[in-house]
């Protein structure tokens, strides 16, 4: 299926064609001629067809001090737009590296995956790799920002004390924040008042609006962290929150993950997952959690894509039964590029969609993963649209995903904003309007402040 725009050109312009780097070397012929891979996936630009500034509004620190976290934030230009004044992010090659960024520091070469281990590349494909993938912003060491939150500390503690809450305040402050900002707001407000900031949220407001505040105070990191352990705690287990919060994610990501759930529950999140999950789907999360998936600088290699494509064949419709280990490992060591180009292959070679085969020869929690990395890796912002719709549609609106999801996208602005168009897109209205439709009172304000629309 192709969407107008899906192309990671500018919304309107043609799409760009063939990879970042080309492989394999010049004179060689690879697609054979008239096949090519697809494109990196869309851009869905909101209606006004801008997109939003790079987050973080700060300003260079002085020398001595923490540079922006790595891989996270780029100095912004002189007077940039608020929230919600939209502009329009540099596009990305295929199966480039990405640009780096300030505080990154220079890129080092890695040599190819030992030999013996499962998803490596044959020796004689000479693969080149590159720096690691950072990790995304609030999911990094503790950095030091030029920005004070003491006066918003303020005005949440002055919204929550006495007699009555301030619900708008609190939703005014929280849902305009950034990962850095939301990270030394809580910090200000427990270590000035002697205080939990998210204690005194959930002692004075209730129900979803609490959940999405809630969200909003404990920042990105702590709120995966937070909702992993819900997810695998007490009776079953919430299995689209597991693929919610660690499928499609960076290596790095992971083992932010990993480390805070550590320190906040002292329960290493590998064994509570051995705990919960059963036989191959345990085996499944295991390798995601492991992290050994290929940085987005991994280059597309056509020999190993025509490898994994025929592994990917012979373990599913190629044989009586299904070697479902081998595919999720394939799917799970991947990058989103290598992905891309396996299915646009497959498609080639067989004539059939790999998203049907997975349909076809998995079942429950395993299928509904498998078709999440598949998704995320083809178009990860229609799979955010389709994720949100999802938590809408139906006999009652299903909150708990609705609340996590809208905050999960928020944390990004590009993202949300590709989010927001994919949406416009698919259902044809604005998911600003959908989930009016589905919300009320402060908790419909909050979710409408955090994807930066009028409430």
């Given at each position: 299926?192709?969407?107008?725009?899906?192309?990671?050109?500018?919304?309107?312009?043609?799409?760009?064609?063939?990879?970042?780097?080309?492989?394999?070397?010049?004179?060689?012929?690879?697609?054979?001629?008239?096949?090519?891979?697809?494109?990196?996936?869309?851009?869905?630009?909101?209606?006004?067809?801008?997109?939003?500034?790079?987050?973080?509004?700060?300003?260079?620190?002085?020398?001595?001090?923490?540079?922006?976290?790595?891989?996270?934030?780029?100095?912004?230009?002189?007077?940039?737009?608020?929230?919600?004044?939209?502009?329009?992010?540099?596009?990305?090659?295929?199966?480039?590296?990405?640009?780096?960024?300030?505080?990154?520091?220079?890129?080092?070469?890695?040599?190819?995956?030992?030999?013996?281990?499962?998803?490596?590349?044959?020796?004689?494909?000479?693969?080149?790799?590159?720096?690691?993938?950072?990790?995304?912003?609030?999911?990094?060491?503790?950095?030091?920002?030029?920005?004070?939150?003491?006066?918003?500390?303020?005005?949440?503690?002055?919204?929550?004390?006495?007699?009555?809450?301030?619900?708008?305040?609190?939703?005014?402050?929280?849902?305009?924040?950034?990962?850095?900002?939301?990270?030394?707001?809580?910090?200000?407000?427990?270590?000035?008042?002697?205080?939990?900031?998210?204690?005194?949220?959930?002692?004075?407001?209730?129900?979803w609006l609490e959940l999405a505040l809630v969200q909003l105070a404990r920042g990105p990191l702590l709120a995966d962290v937070h909702n992993l352990h819900d997810a695998l705690a007490g009776f079953g287990t919430k299995e689209l929150v597991l693929n919610d919060v660690l499928l499609g994610r960076s290596n790095a990501d992971i083992m932010a993950i990993k480390s805070a759930y550590y320190r906040t529950f002292h329960d290493k999140l590998e064994s509570v997952v051995r705990g919960d999950l059963s036989m191959k789907t345990e085996r499944h999360f295991i390798m995601v959690l492991d992290a050994k998936r290929a940085e987005d600088s991994a280059p597309v290699i056509p020999q190993q894509v025509d490898d994994d494509v025929m592994q990917i064949y012979k373990a599913t419709e190629g044989?009586?039964?299904?070697?479902?280990?081998?595919?999720?490992?394939?799917?799970?060591?991947?990058?989103?590029?290598?992905?891309?180009?396996?299915?646009?292959?497959?498609?080639?070679?067989?004539?059939?969609?790999?998203?049907?085969?997975?349909?076809?020869?998995?079942?429950?929690?395993?299928?509904?993963?498998?078709?999440?990395?598949?998704r995320n890796a083809t178009d990860k912002y229609m799979n955010a649209a389709k994720a949100l719709e999802d938590a809408m549609s139906g006999m009652g609106t299903k909150d708990y995903l609705l609340v996590t999801r809208v905050i999960r996208y928020h944390w990004d602005r590009t993202t949300l904003a590709n989010v927001k168009g994919a949406y416009q897109q698919r259902y044809g209205r604005s998911l600003a309007s959908r989930i009016s439709g589905e919300t009320s009172g402060d908790y419909r304000k909050t979710l409408l402040a955090a994807i930066g629309e009028p409430w």
């Open positions: 299926m192709s969407y107008q725009g899906y192309g990671g050109a500018p919304y309107g312009q043609p799409p760009q064609q063939g990879y970042g780097q080309q492989y394999p070397p010049p004179g060689q012929q690879y697609p054979p001629p008239g096949q090519q891979y697809p494109p990196q996936q869309g851009q869905y630009p909101p209606q006004q067809g801008q997109y939003p500034p790079q987050q973080g509004g700060y300003q260079q620190p002085p020398p001595g001090q923490y540079p922006p976290q790595h891989g996270g934030y780029q100095q912004p230009p002189p007077q940039q737009p608020p929230y919600g004044g939209y502009q329009q992010p540099p596009p990305q090659q295929y199966g480039a590296p990405p640009p780096q960024q300030y505080g990154q520091p220079p890129a080092q070469q890695y040599g190819a995956p030992p030999p013996q281990q499962y998803g490596a590349p044959p020796a004689q494909y000479g693969a080149p790799t590159g720096p690691p993938t950072p990790a995304s912003v609030g999911y990094g060491p503790p950095q030091i920002i030029q920005w004070d939150p003491s006066q918003d500390a303020q005005a949440l503690r002055k919204a929550m004390k006495g007699f009555g809450t301030d619900e708008r305040t609190l939703i005014s402050v929280l849902a305009n924040k950034d990962p850095l900002q939301i990270e030394a707001l809580r910090t200000a407000f427990d270590r000035s008042f002697k205080r939990s900031l998210v204690a005194d949220i959930k002692s004075e407001t209730s129900s044989k009586m039964g299904t070697d479902e280990i081998l595919v999720c490992s394939i799917f799970s060591k991947r990058n989103d590029n290598q992905l891309r180009a396996i299915s646009h292959t497959y498609r080639q070679k067989f004539n059939k969609d790999l998203e049907k085969v997975i349909k076809s020869e998995f079942s429950g929690h395993m299928e509904d993963a498998l078709l999440f990395q598949l």
